[in-house]
């Protein structure tokens, strides 16, 4: 079982810069797809990015295309999430999950993720 947890979450003016950092312990992530979600209050968890086991192929919402990257430190068992020009809309919870089943990031969005493999997840707010 893998244990995971978020930072780097906070407050952040439109346009400014975030970097989250997931963190894993109890396992190796070196085989796990990785992905981002995020969830805002009244409304469904909305996936963000993932990343293969290799980080050699990434996907990104089309929301964030161009504005945020996903990446991973596997000797660091770390995966993150850079977020450069942020907007108001970007604010919500944002988790990491891990894909115990699969190295592909393609089709992350689709998978049943089982709920030991999600942080608990950190808040990003963008004012405007």
């Known amino acids: 079982q893998v244990q995971l947890a978020e930072s780097g979450g906070g407050l952040v003016q439109a346009g400014g810069s975030l970097r989250l950092s997931c963190a894993a312990s109890g396992r190796t992530l070196r085989g796990y797809a990785m992905g981002w979600f995020r969830r805002t209050p009244g409304k469904e968890r909305e996936f963000v990015a993932a990343i293969s086991a290799s980080g050699d192929s990434t996907y990104y919402a089309n929301s964030v295309k161009g504005r945020f990257t996903v990446s991973r430190d596997n000797a660091k068992n770390t995966v993150y999430l850079q977020m450069d020009s942020l907007k108001p809309e970007d604010t919500a919870v944002y988790y990491c999950?891990?894909?115990?089943?699969?190295?592909?990031?393609?089709?992350?969005?689709?998978?049943?993720?089982?709920?030991?493999?999600w942080g608990q997840g950190t808040q990003v707010t963008v004012s405007s």
């Open positions: 999950a891990a894909d115990p089943t699969s190295t592909l990031a393609v089709g992350f969005m689709f998978r049943h993720i089982p709920d030991d493999y």
